[in-house]
Each structure stands twice: as C-alpha cells, then as structure tokens.
C-alpha cells in the first residue's frame, strides 16, 4: 500500500500560490483552507504539495456524487465533443428539454410541473422571486432568520447574516420581510438541549402570523430552506412546515423551497421536503444538482412557471449543454448506483458518532441534522449557550492540518458541519472521523 501523505499542511507550493494569490485576486472570496487543490476522486482531495485529504465539505455540497465521479465525467467530455454551448435562448438543444423531465418527475407534488435553468443557486432564487411576483402581482417577501439565499442584491437582501454578505453593499431591496426560523436548540424559553418540536413550531408560527398580520399587503412568496445550510444544519420541525404551507395556500402565497443545499441526496433522497412531508409550489436545486457543473433549477407548479411573459426569464448560458449533461449523468447514478442507500448509511454514521461525541466533549451544545446533512454547535458553556467561534476555528484549522477538510457554518460561526461525498470509502470515512475526534480532543483544555 503506498503510503498517505498528510503532513507539512500548507506546503510550499501552496504557500507560494497563495502569495499570488494575494497579490492578482480581489480579497473578496474567502478560503477555508490555505492548501491549493490539484486532484480530486472520491472523496480524497490531492493538493499541489502531493498532499492527500480527506474531503468533508464536498465543495461545499456539491459533489455528492464524489469527486470526478465517472458518469459524470464521461458524460462531460462526450457532450463536449458535440456542443459545449448553444444558448437555449437562440438554438434549443434535447438535453436541456431531458433534464427538466427528469426535474419535473423528480420534484414533490402530483401537480403538474414546469422547469427553468439556470448558472447559480442565487440565480434560482432570483428568478423564483420574479416568477411568483409576476404570478401574484404583489411584491413582498417572507424569509427567515438564520437564512442564506446568495450574494447576488435580491439573494442578498434575503440572506440573514450581515457581515460578511451584507454589509457595505448598499441598501438592502424593498419588500422583504423576515420573521423567525424554528431554532428548537436557541429557542427562547428552552432547556440546555433546547425545545420539543412541537413547542417551537406553535410558538414560531405564532410569532410569523403577528408579523403577517401587521402588514395589510399579502405576500407574493415565503421562500424556506427546510434545513437551513450556512444558518447551522438546523432541521424546521414537519408541524410548522405544515402550518406554513396551509397558511400559504389559503392566502394564495407561492410558497418556495430552497433546497440549494439540501438537495440531491445531502439530506438522503432526492430532496428533503421529501423526507419532511412538505409540497412546496417551486422548488430550487443546484450545488449537488450539476456534479460539480455550474447549473440550477426551479421546478413547480406549471401555472406559475408560464407566468412570465416569453422572454421575462432566461439568460445566455442558463442550461448549459455540458452542465445538462453532467446532472442527467448525476441523476442516473441516484437511479443506479443505490446513492439515497448510502446517504441514508453515511448519515446514521454520522449520527450516531456526532451523538458520541456529545457525551465526550461539554462543548459540543448541539447535534442535529437530516440524513447525512450533520452538524455539531460548539458552546462555551451548555446552560448560557454562548458561543464557542475561537474554538470552532481551533478545530478546523486542527484538521486542515492534519488532512481533513471540514468547514464551519451558523450566523455565529459556531457550528461545524459535515458534507462528506455520499461516495466515501468506509475506510477514508473513518480516518476522517478519527481526525476529527483527535481535533476535538486537542481543543478540550
């Protein structure tokens, strides 16, 4: 067997890239490791030092599949001997056509559905706010705390977290109204391990009709995350997602589901409003949709999505042929290869390890997810629940250095969260889980 490196983490050469970097890049996007990537298969991750890490962050959720995952390879260079672009705008092409079918079928609710492609999970979001103010004809815009919808000025305006996403870039947009998430660990009036679901979904959905109610204008849409993906993993109860859709549906608000993040087997099957008995109007997917393609998706009710005017929504590369291609390849491997299987496996892996660790360690708060969507909230204290961000950057750096790469998430920066390739071998899973229990050790005194 040869051997495995994962030492000198940063190397020289990736030293000396970021230096480059530093001086030719904007200092806008951020890194969670220093290393430069030069490999990726599976879920092991090759740097430019010859470095080998075990990846539990999946691009931040986007090869679920794994990394250079070989239908979606091949099919990438198949297509791109026969059309690398062609904009659907101006000559149509099959695959764009195949994919939305596939879209269509794939998606909650026995209605009958349309679909529209995109680049990016903020185009999604973009554009499923003009399809339900363009159906509707009302302008405002239910969403929650903790949320993270993009960076573009609409997304943004929707996103929770200020700094680094919001602040500096002007005016948020009008019309958007945000009302609480069902956070059962921070609920207010909670135990150290937090409140019963179904405490949190009445009281929440209570706070979300006040707030309804002071405003004489209905909404056009609410857009949800069913599990919040940068606010923290954090998992909305099925009794308020079921208030809020028989809410929605009474007052005619389309409501979207943002499952940019949680979708395409992170939370287990296909999506997880499948899992939480919930049929929303529109549905976005990206991130895990392309294989690590830039493409996204909304998906719902046909009426709404014939809304716009011919020509209201589109875009030059939205659909990509090459992008096309590589989701249906993603989307045979769900169907052949067992994928909602082996989620459901990795994810009470995860678990069960996570619960462990909660025993171990007092400064673990919380552990919660769906699927193998998981996370853990790291506190300084379980009775206050204050925040551990320095020990949480503690822990990543501890296992950046030691060949895991695992990020952070939470609108305090206390939350670590695992997005670890559906494809993992046991044994690199298991290696991996080691490394970061070494790491949690290591930052216990």
């Known amino acids: 067997m040869p051997v495995i490196k994962r030492t000198n983490i940063p190397g020289p050469k990736s030293l000396e890239l970021m230096s480059r970097r530093n001086t030719s890049v904007a200092r806008g996007p951020f890194h969670t490791t220093s290393i430069f990537v030069k490999e990726g298969h599976g879920a092991t991750l090759t740097d430019v030092d010859g470095n080998q890490l075990i990846d539990f962050a999946s691009g931040i959720g986007v090869v679920n599949v794994g990394h250079g995952n070989r239908r ?37 609710g026995s209605f009958k559905k349309k679909s529209f492609l995109a680049n990016s999970g903020a185009e999604a979001v973009e554009n499923a ?34 700094k680094p996403y919001r602040a500096g870039f002007g005016v948020s947009q009008e019309g958007i109204m945000r009302c609480p998430f069902p956070y059962a660990y921070r609920w207010p009036g909670g135990s150290p391990e937090g409140s019963s679901d179904e405490k949190v979904s009445v009281e929440c959905f209570t706070k979300f009709e006040e707030i309804m109610n002071q405003t004489k204008e209905v909404p056009a849409a609410v857009v949800i995350e069913p599990v919040l993906g940068e606010g923290g993993f954090i998992v909305a109860p099925k009794l308020f997602l079921k208030k809020l859709q028989d809410y929605c549906h009474e007052k005619k608000i ?55 005017e011919v020509g209201g929504i589109g875009g030059t590369f939205g659909g990509n042929p090459v992008a096309c291609a590589s989701a249906l390849a993603v989307f045979e491997t769900f169907e052949k290869d067992g994928m909602a299987e082996k989620a459901e496996v990795l994810g009470e892996v995860l678990n069960e390890k996570l619960q462990n660790w909660k025993e171990k360690f007092s400064f673990i708060g919380d552990v919660r997810g769906l699927g193998p969507m998981r996370a853990m909230e790291l506190v300084k204290d379980r009775e206050t629940k204050e925040a551990d961000g320095e020990r949480t950057k503690k822990l990543m750096k501890y296992c950046h250095e030691n060949g895991v790469v695992i990020m952070s998430a939470g609108s305090q920066g206390n939350v670590i969260r695992f997005l670890i390739p559906l494809t993992i071998e046991k044994t690199d899973l298991n290696e991996g889980l080691q490394i970061v229990e070494k790491g949690l050790q290591e930052i216990s005194s």
């Open 254 to 308: 389309v409501f979207i589901a943002d499952e940019i993040q949680s979708g395409f087997g992170r939370t287990g099957g296909l999506f997880a409003c499948l899992k939480l008995d919930m049929t929303p109007d529109l549905i976005l997917a990206a991130k895990g949709l392309g294989g690590g393609m830039p493409i996204s998706s909304i998906t719902g009710r046909a009426e709404m999505m014939d809304s716009p």
């Open 72 to 108: 979606v390879v091949d099919a990438i260079k198949e297509q791109a001997g026969h059309l690398i672009h062609g904009s659907f705008n101006v000559t149509p092409y099959e695959l764009y056509v195949r994919l939305c079918e596939k879209l269509n079928e794939a998606a909650p």
């Open 129 to 162: 706010i003009k399809i339900a103010r363009h159906y509707t004809g009302r302008r405002n815009i239910v969403c929650f705390e903790h949320a993270f919808h993009g960076r573009t000025y609409l997304a943004m305006s929707l996103t929770y977290k200020d």
